[in-house]
Nanobody, 119 residues
Framework: QVQLVESGGGLVQTGRSLRLSCAAS????????MGWYRQAPGKQRELVAT???????DYADSVKDRFAISRDNAKMAVYLQMNSLKPEDTAVYYC?????????????WGQGTQVTVSS
């Protein structure tokens, strides 16, 4: 089992920055990719950014050049630096971790943290 706890959400004005953090606990040795997803009201959950254990990253087109994902493997934590925030970034942000054990893979999610960007 893996537990994920997010922090760092809040209310900010357009153009400002926020940094989200997510700490993993439990069976963390099996965690490979970690990342962030978001879900706005009335919309499906979507990928924001992911990072592998060796540091390879992937971003949604809508956040490239504004957001940066990083991780600390020693702490098994993942971070999302969000700059130049826009109202359309308003959503609940979820931390994600993929745990692998042999051929099996399991997805774990945090409880979510609200990010609200006012215009």
């Amino acid at each position: 089992q893996v537990q994920l706890v997010e922090s760092g959400g809040g209310l900010v004005q357009t153009g400002r920055s926020l940094r989200l953090s997510c700490a993993a606990s439990g069976s963390i040795s099996g965690i490979n990719a970690m990342g962030w997803y978001r879900q706005a009201p009335g919309k499906q959950r979507e990928l924001v950014a992911t990072i592998t254990r060796d540091g390879s990253t992937d971003y949604a087109d809508s956040v490239k050049d504004r957001f940066a994902i990083s991780r600390d493997n020693a702490k098994m934590a993942v971070y999302l630096q969000m700059n130049s925030l826009k109202p359309e970034d308003t959503a609940v942000y979820y931390c994600h971790a993929r745990y692998t054990f042999g051929p099996a893979a399991f997805d774990y999610w945090g409880q979510g943290t609200q990010v609200t960007v006012s215009s």
